[in-house]
């Protein structure tokens, strides 16, 4: 495959400094993108030296939406929406600043991210966005109240945004992963008493996907080989929704 699918391209990655918007970061990287590895930590600096030519890395709270409109005052032809938070608890179990905290991560901070990027997409002729929602946009998961609830929002703000903006040229669409080996399942095993065997086991193919998967689904989505995509969920599940 042609590492210049997105030459000549300016993307930006939330979530960038670890699991699936770190490989987004990487693979855009490598297949020509000007990337800019967005993230709340501090681990995207090192992506970045390491990517080294013009990926470039920014220090990012997706809340905050002065932070947000400061990173994107350069337009973009790509925004992958990554960045999220999870939650472990059922409604009656969920404290209103656990819900508040997962709304303002993973709607608050897409709403942002979109708001501030499209203006300058709309100049350039167009772009494309990808936002990651989850199979609980789409299915009920257990103890996931706030996560399900928010990530079914990020799947409609998704819907809406592409019929908006349609005619300027910005495809608008999201991406629902099954349950992937990233840094925040492995701290569900650690810290919230989950079960890896379980996890995989609920997917049918038996087992976790890899970020790597969940990447070169986006960078799909965000390519010009998608240009009749606009609007859609991309579920990769592994077969959980069809179970």
Known sequence: MSDERFGGKRAFVTGAGSGIGEAVARALHAEGAEVMLADITDATATIAAELGGSARAVRLDVRDEAQVRAALAEP????????????TTNAPDTTLEEWEQVFAVNVRGTFLTCKHAIPGMTARGGGSIVNVGSVGALVGLKNRAAYCASKGAVVAFTRALAIDHVTDGIRVNAVCPGT?????????????????????????????????EIAESILY????????????????????TAA
């Open 76 to 87: 973009v032809d790509i925004l992958a929406n990554v960045a999220g938070i999870g939650s």
């Open 180 to 212: 992937v080996d990233s840094p925040w399942v492995r701290r569900l095993v650690d810290d919230a008493g989950e079960s890896l065997q379980n996890l995989r086991a609920r997917q049918p193919m038996g087992r976790l996907g890899e970020p790597g």
């Open 221 to 240: 989505l965000a390519s010009d080989r998608a240009a009749f995509i606009t609007g859609t969920a991309l579920v990769i599940d592994g077969g959980l």
